[in-house]
Each structure stands twice: as C-alpha cells, then as structure tokens.
T-cell receptor
Framework: EDQVTQSPEALRLQEGESSSLNCSYT??????LFWYRQDPGKGPEFLFT???AGEEKEKERLKATLTKKESFLHITAPKPEDSATYLC????????????FGQGTTLQVKP | ETGVTQSPTHLIKTRGQQVTLRCSSQ?????VSWYQQALGQGPQFIFQ???????GRGNFPPRFSGLQFPNYSSELNVNALELDDSALYLC??????????????FGPGTRLTVT
C-alpha cells in the first residue's frame, strides 16, 4: 500500500536555528514527490516538486532533496514567518490524479 | 492569473442533509481534484475530474459525488451527511497536457460542520 510518513509531528525552533523535516514514503512507481506549506485554516500552498533521486530544489530558506525512500525539507536560518504545517505528498504512476499525503510537520519558529 | 476559488467558506449542516460545494479552477487548468482534510491530518483524496468525467476515486462511499463543467469548474455533492463528514474540503486544480499531469494548486477550502 502506498503511504507517506512525516517526522517529527511537531518542531519548535529558535529564529536562526536550522533544521530538517523528514518524509518517508512507500509507493509503487513514484512519479513525483511534492512539498506544500499550509497555514491554519488555509489551503496548502505549493512549494516544490521532485521527480528523481538526487534531485534538489531551493526557494529562499527552504531546500528539498529526494532519495529513493525519503525526502528532506531543510530550513536554513528560519524566521517566525516560516511557522506553518509542512505537508509531503507522493504521486504514483498508477494513479497520477491522486496525491497521497503525510500527516504533516507543524513548525513553530520563535523570535 | 486567477487562483483556485471555493465557495462557500464555511457551512453548517445537520446530519442527514445534503450539501454542494463549489470550485473554480485556476486559469489554464483543466483538471480538478477534491480532498477531505480532518483536523490535524493530511488531506485525503476523494476523486478527480478530467474532461468532465471522474478520473480516479479514493476510499469514499458513493454518497460523495461530483461534477465538472465545460469551463472546468466543479462541484462536490455529499448526501446523507454524517457527523464524521465534518472537515475542511479542499479543491485542487492542475493541468493535464498530453496525458502528463502537473502540480496541483489548492484553493482556500470550505469548512463543513455537521451537527
């Protein structure tokens, strides 16, 4: 069964304290892995797509990487405005319309 | 470029009633997917519509149904509402070109409360 597990469930950082979020996945034929950011009561905001192991994408303080079993979202020198829930999702070749999400990591960055 | 819009923002219904949620896709997109997100959980795939037909469905009963219109907008209908249907309902639009699907962009969601 295709599934996604994110860790940790919650993460508290001081402003400027870099860290990484983990997304482990099991999928039969990975077409793409997606990272989203979700603020409370809002819809997920698209961040990155990764297609193959070894691929990396960057946007401001965020960097996403992909291996054959997991993905990491690295946050460098975070700011309070980076506080949000970060969701990871996979898309399989067998059903490209469906995103399978993890439960998310809730990040709080304190000033 | 207009993003994904959903209506209404909030909705309160009674158990056993029926509800219709609406979604307008992002400009240039031709596919709409619907997700249910319970509090503290990741979104769960309900179904996707492409070329006005259902194109894949998650583990949801038949009382969850949908439509896609020629302008690519979509509706989600839920019959015989149950208390567990209380959730944030998310619509996501994407482009499928030459059978290749691209990223899904989400709307703000509709918060449904069933009492």
């Amino acid at each position: 069964e295709d599934q996604v597990t994110q860790s940790p469930e919650a993460l508290r950082l001081q402003e400027g304290e870099s860290s990484s979020l983990n997304c482990s996945y099991t999928v039969s034929g990975l077409r793409g892995l997606f990272w989203y950011r979700q603020d409370p009561g809002k819809g997920p905001e698209f961040l990155f797509t990764l297609y193959s192991a070894g691929e990396e994408k960057e946007k401001e303080r965020l960097k996403a990487t992909l291996t054959k079993k997991e993905s990491f979202l690295h946050i460098t020198a975070p700011k309070p405005e980076d506080s949000a829930t970060y969701l990871c999702a996979v898309q399989a070749y067998s059903n490209t319309g469906k995103l399978i999400f993890g439960q998310g990591t809730t990040l709080q960055v304190k000033p | 470029e207009t993003g994904v819009t959903q209506s209404p923002t909030h909705l309160i219904k009674t158990r056993g009633q029926q509800v219709t949620l609406r979604c307008s896709s992002q400009s240039g997109h031709n596919t709409v997917s619907w997700y249910q997100q319970a509090l503290g959980q990741g979104p769960q795939f309900i179904f996707q519509y492409y070329r006005e037909e259902e194109n894949g469905r998650g583990n949801f009963p038949p009382r969850f149904s949908g439509l896609q219109f020629p302008n690519y907008s979509s509706e989600l209908n839920v019959n015989a509402l149950e208390l567990d249907d209380s959730a944030l309902y998310l619509c996501a639009s994407s482009l499928v070109a030459r059978e290749v699907p691209y990223e899904q962009y989400f709307g703000p969601g509709t918060r449904l409360t069933v009492t």
